[in-house]
């Protein structure tokens, strides 16, 4: 069964502080992305990756950065965490060369920042 | 500037009845459109899928009708059950035939409501 995992259902953090957000999927995915979800702005793309070590902006890149060192594990990264950070963040992968039903999605960190 | 757009954040409708969801898209490139579902607390899931070369697309009590010349496309829910309660988003490609990535447009959602 398709599995994307992340590693905090909720998260508190504080003004600041750097935040890692990890994403793992056990498909083999090529293809990895990061959105957040705001109320009526709906998912927004933050970076996504086509291959181990690669990785490109989205529409909201500001503030964020991505690690993928490996196939499986798509990293977000919040430099240093501010108040209009506080979102869902979800992460999804899909496989390459196919129609976009197959992006999966992992069921969402809730981060707060204080 | 929003390229996907989802212009009723809110729908309320009788359990039995149909559900009507709507999107619009302003690119004329994309030619593969899809709706995703997502409850609270879960990530959103693949709900129907329509090529831009069909008009319509069925599954079970979902249908998704494209009017290409009108960058329009609707979700039919038939009936509406009350499982259904959910958000609902309207999401979009251009299908780059060189590329292997896909990235997809979402636009705000709908969030639908089915009372008994």
């Known amino acids: 069964d398709v599995k994307v995992t992340q590693s905090s259902r909720y998260l508190v953090k504080r003004t600041g502080e750097k935040v890692f957000l990890e994403c793992v999927q056990d498909?083999?995915?090529?293809?990895m992305f990061w959105y957040r979800q705001d109320p009526g702005l709906g998912l927004r793309l933050i970076y996504f990756s086509y291959d181990v070590k690669m990785k490109e902006k989205g529409d909201i890149p500001e503030g964020y950065s991505v690690s993928r060192e490996k196939k499986e594990r798509f990293s977000l990264i919040l430099e240093s965490a501010s108040t209009n950070q506080t979102s869902m963040y979800l992460c999804?992968?899909?496989?390459?060369?196919?129609?976009?039903?197959?992006?999966?999605f992992g069921p969402g960190t809730r981060l707060l920042v204080l | 500037d929003q390229q996907v757009k989802q212009n009723s954040p809110s729908l309320s409708v009788q359990e039995g009845r149909i559900s009507i969801l709507n999107c619009d898209y302003t690119n004329s490139m994309f030619d593969y459109f899809l709706w995703y579902k997502k409850y609270p607390a879960e990530g959103p899931t693949f709900l129907i899928s329509i090529s831009s070369i069909k008009d319509k697309n069925e599954d079970g009590r979902f249908t998704v009708f494209l009017n290409k010349s009108a960058k329009h496309l609707s979700l039919h829910i038939v009936p509406s059950q009350p499982g259904d309660s959910a958000v609902y988003f309207c999401a979009a490609t251009a299908l780059d035939r060189g590329s292997t990535l896909g990235r997809l447009y979402f636009g705000r959602g709908t969030q639908l409501t089915v009372w008994p």
């Open positions: 999804a992968s899909s496989p390459p060369g196919t129609f976009l039903e197959t992006q999966y």
């Open positions: 498909m083999d995915h090529e293809n």
